[in-house]
């Protein structure tokens, strides 16, 4: 089971980047595909996420500015981030939230993050 993250970078403030992340090998039913960010210093926060049934959350901070996409068939969760600001920079990680066979109890799985840095 892998979750591969790309994109990122470094950009200006203003500028906008895109991150994908992509499941393979995962077996397990897909509550819901994520992604949060954690800044130095800082706890990990939730960013913006999809829902199986298409119900799409975002952080105060980032609606009207991050765009999440999410493709179930193939397990794959997109962030368009536009207009971006120095406090953005963080590192970014992909997460899926899933149940295991009838169980109600829900588990994480973390992409392994790759770095967002919003330059002044």
């Known amino acids: 089971v892998q979750l591969q993250a790309s994109g990122g970078g470094l950009v200006q403030a203003g500028g906008s980047l895109s991150l994908s992340c992509a499941a393979s090998g995962f077996p397990y039913t897909i509550n819901s595909m994520n992604w949060y960010r954690q800044a130095p210093g800082k706890q990990r926060e939730f960013v913006a996420g999809?829902?199986?049934?298409?119900?799409?959350t975002y952080a105060d901070s980032v609606r009207g500015r991050f765009t999440v996409s999410a493709e179930y068939a193939r397990k794959k969760v997109d962030l368009h981030m536009m207009s971006l600001r120095p406090e953005d920079s963080a590192v970014y990680y992909c997460?899926?939230?899933?149940?295991?066979?009838?169980?109600?109890?829900?588990?994480?799985?973390w992409g392994q993050g790759t770095q967002v840095t919003v330059s002044s």
């Open positions: 997460n899926i939230k899933y149940r295991r066979g009838f169980s109600t109890c829900e588990y994480d799985r």
């Open positions: 999809v829902a199986t049934d298409n119900t799409i």
